[in-house]
């Protein structure tokens, strides 16, 4: 078990006896270990993650992290609890789901194995497409929003920061994704078919977030009619002005259904934008989807439709080469910045102790009128950081 120590976090609040990082845990389902199906219930809104995070009080935690995309729900927390089952508890509370639901579906990390992971996942390396460049700002952004609620002290802190610095490490300095792929680029290569067929074709990009924004950029120079679609019109035309594209709502994309080709969905919803009895009473030509949404936008039974073809991203990814070149010297970085966080670590859990060592030299030496021997007292320290790394 780690010393403990008074802190300060990133927003000047106070974290009493924050343990150092062998108290780590982490929890997380993610696309290796649960279907579609299973990930597409782990989304909720931002004020419900404030509530669950601001007061846990049935856990007690001292830093706490969401990591949540459409691959991947995580958390990564310090407590002075390491009760697996109290977590997933929680979890599925927030959710309004059964613990046993998730249990099967669900891998739990401690200590430096924890840490390892995040490296990992910033570097790319536990991506469906190995290298890819966005979970490094969704790290970011769930370290900011941890930041802002007030769930992270210095350790939690130092992890995020060397997770961040990893995946910068290892883009830059090896070729992990070589090939550039991304989610863009898998769709836009499984589209091609579609687009030759359909010349002049009209496609509409459903969101308007990074996903949809990369679309509408490789698309701007086909020659296609672009349609953005978006709840917000504002958000629409802001994006639909950068391709020359059109901007609609979300209604006008309902109602102009038969006269759009391609469907890509890049947008999050608590309900399916499309579903099959609406699809199947609208005077549809062939509709090629891609839904990209998690949770699902498009309800699955759409693919059953005869003119519809449905893909998703599972069906884009599953193919691909799970040990790419390169992968050995990612492992190299991760290593080393791991190495470099335990001894932070360490070097954290002995510094009360060498504190006290320290205050308590020097007031022996005042009471005794002798100078302090600092040789004798560097080797205490070193003894302390020994027994503290061990």
């Given at each position: ?14 974290y ?38 601001t ?5 007690e ?31 599925a ?11 099967p ?7 430096d ?32 929003q ?20 990893t ?35 009209r ?33 629409a ?85 799970d ?11 991760v290593q ?6 335990i001894?932070?670590?360490n ?44």
């Open positions: 078990m780690g010393c403990t120590v008074q802190l300060q976090a990133d927003n000047g609040s106070t009493m006896s924050e343990p150092t990082i062998d108290r780590l845990l982490y929890l997380g389902i993610t696309h290796q270990s649960a279907p579609l199906a299973i990930r597409e219930l782990l989304h909720t809104d931002q004020d419900i993650w404030h509530e669950f995070m007061a846990p009080n049935h856990l935690p001292t830093s706490l992290l969401v990591l949540s995309t459409c691959d991947r729900f995580e958390i990564y927390a310090l407590s002075s609890r390491e009760s697996l089952n109290d977590w997933l508890a929680a979890i509370r927030v959710f309004g789901l059964s613990p046993s639901c998730l249990a579906y669900t891998r739990s990390l401690t200590g194995h924890a840490a390892r992971h995040l490296l990992r996942v910033t570097a790319g390396m536990e991506s469906r497409i190995i290298g890819e460049p966005h979970i490094l700002s969704q790290l970011r952004q769930a370290f900011d941890a930041k802002k609620i007030g769930t992270v002290g210095a350790t939690l802190s130092a992890l995020c920061r060397s997770a961040i610095h995946g910068k490490r290892v883009r830059k300095e090896t070729d992990i994704n070589g090939h550039r792929q991304s989610i863009v680029s898998l769709t836009l290569q499984d589209m091609q078919r579609t687009l030759h067929r359909l010349q002049n074709s496609i509409a990009i459903v969101g308007t977030g990074t996903l949809a924004s990369g679309f509408v950029a490789a698309l701007k120079d086909e020659p296609t009619r672009l349609v953005v679609v978006s709840d917000s019109l504002d958000r035309q802001t994006l639909a002005s950068t391709a020359n594209a059109l901007a609609w709502t979300r209604e006008e994309f309902l109602n102009q259904l038969p006269a759009i080709d391609i469907v890509v969905m890049c947008t999050t919803c608590s309900s399916y934008i499309l579903d099959t009895t609406m699809l199947a009473s609208a005077a549809l030509g062939d509709l090629s989807i891609w839904d990209l949404s998690s949770p699902r936008a498009v309800e699955p039974s759409v693919g059953h439709l005869y003119s519809v073809c449905l893909t998703h991203l599972d069906d884009l990814v599953q193919n691909l080469p040990r790419p070149q390169g992968q050995r010297d990612c492992e190299d970085i080393q910045e791991l190495s470099r966080l001894d932070w670590s070097h954290r859990r002995a510094a009360p102790k060498i504190s006290r060592l320290i205050k308590t030299t020097r007031h022996q030496a005042s009471q005794d009128g002798q100078v302090i021997d600092t040789r004798r007292l560097h080797h205490q320290i070193m003894r302390l950081k020994q027994e503290a790394a061990a």
